[in-house]
């Protein structure tokens, strides 16, 4: 099946310097990567969409200032935490959807983060 | 985006057949039904997907009336390992526009 990277799995920080997380499509090219956040005994809340190429689409709520989303290319997406604070501290997802016989969308292992 | 309706938890044994039913009544056209199982601290895995009637692997099956507005996962003999929170998903396919929406998901329990 299709195999989709996140790294770090885990981060510590300080409060107000900056996280970047990937997420990568390993064998099979992602049009579309999706970014998660997702609290303890909680669902999954979509934070943006990204597309190759072009700018990310944000969910009403989510700062695009404060959570950069790259998606340079069709198996790499980042997304930075910019200043981070202790309410950042979350479990971070991201999935990736391929762009035509791979239509399901898979998820990463995701990342750990936790701002001190 | 179709939203859905689970339980929010289920509990049964092992070697039991687990049936989970999620409603979706507002399911679109163009829209698959996907189920993905998510254990504590990891991305969600995909389970199985379908469009309509059934679909089988070798982990599930899936359900999925006439009509569409629900779907029931079926799990045969679960074991211990199954427990975990598994998530029913209504998106379009074949579609850049479309995303995935979480619902709150059934919390499965099994026990010895």
């Known amino acids: 099946g299709a195999v989709v990277s996140q790294h770090p799995s885990r981060v510590i920080c300080k409060s107000g310097t900056s996280v970047k997380i990937e997420c990568r499509s390993l064998?099979?090219?992602?049009?579309?990567m999706f970014w998660y956040r997702q609290f303890p005994k909680k669902s999954l809340m979509l934070m943006a969409t990204?597309?190759?190429?072009?700018?990310?689409?944000?969910e009403q709520g989510v700062e695009k200032d404060k959570f950069l989303i790259n998606h340079a290319s069709l198996t790499l997406s980042t997304l930075t935490v910019t200043s981070a604070h202790p309410e950042d501290s979350s479990f971070y997802i991201c999935?990736?959807?391929?762009?035509?016989?791979?239509?399901?969308?898979?998820f990463g292992p995701g990342t750990r983060l936790l701002v001190l | 985006l179709a939203k859905t309706t689970q339980p929010i938890s289920m509990d049964s044994y092992e070697g039991q057949e687990v049936n989970i039913t999620c409603s979706h009544n507002?399911?679109?056209?163009?829209?698959?039904i996907t189920w993905y199982q998510q254990f504590p601290s990891q991305g969600p895995r995909f389970i199985i997907q379908?469009?309509?009637t059934k679909v089988t692997n070798e982990v599930a099956s899936l359900f999925i009336p006439a009509d569409r507005k629900s779907s029931t996962l079926s799990l045969p003999r679960v074991s211990l390992s199954d427990t975990a929170v598994y998530y029913c998903?209504?998106?379009?396919?074949?579609?850049?526009?479309?995303?995935?929406?979480f619902g709150s998901g059934t919390r499965l329990s099994i026990r010895p």
């Open positions: 379908g469009y309509k």
């Open positions: 999935s990736a959807r391929g762009t035509s016989a791979q239509e399901t969308q898979y």
């Open positions: 990204s597309n190759e190429g072009s700018k990310a689409t944000y």
């Open positions: 998903l209504v998106g379009a396919l074949y579609s850049s526009a479309s995303k995935i929406i």
């Open positions: 507002n399911i679109a056209t163009n829209d698959y």
């Open positions: 064998d099979f090219q992602a049009t579309t």
